[in-house]
């Protein structure tokens, strides 16, 4: 399944938006802000400690997770992922550590 993308994730998850929440779990998220950061919240730390851990079957699997959930409140809050691209692309040529002074300030 090498051709499948994000962009095609997110398009199979924005069909999704309008099942139904108790037979869908990606419908149920939207329609539960606080289950979702929670469930991001998790993911989050799982990868961080299969990280920690030196587990790359685990790092993979946890970071699909981790893609998923943030698909999903990409959707929730009408951001593509091109958007997510185009910042990058927005980035790209700018030293990181200048990039996050600029934040702060």
């Not at 990280?51 to 959930?69: F, G, P, Q, T, V």
């Amino acid at each position: 399944m090498a051709d499948y993308n994000l962009e095609k994730l997110f398009d199979d998850l924005l069909k999704k938006k309008k099942f139904n929440k108790e037979i869908s779990y990606t419908s149920n998220l939207l329609s539960n802000k606080n289950l979702l950061a929670k469930k991001i919240g998790e993911e989050s730390i799982e990868v961080i400690l299969e990280y920690l851990n030196n587990n790359k079957d685990n790092i993979i699997k946890e970071s699909a997770d981790l893609l998923y959930h943030l698909s999903v409140m990409w959707i929730s809050v009408d951001v593509k992922p091109g958007d997510v691209w185009n910042e990058l692309q927005n980035r790209k040529g700018k030293s990181g550590l200048d990039e996050k002074k600029s934040r702060l300030s």
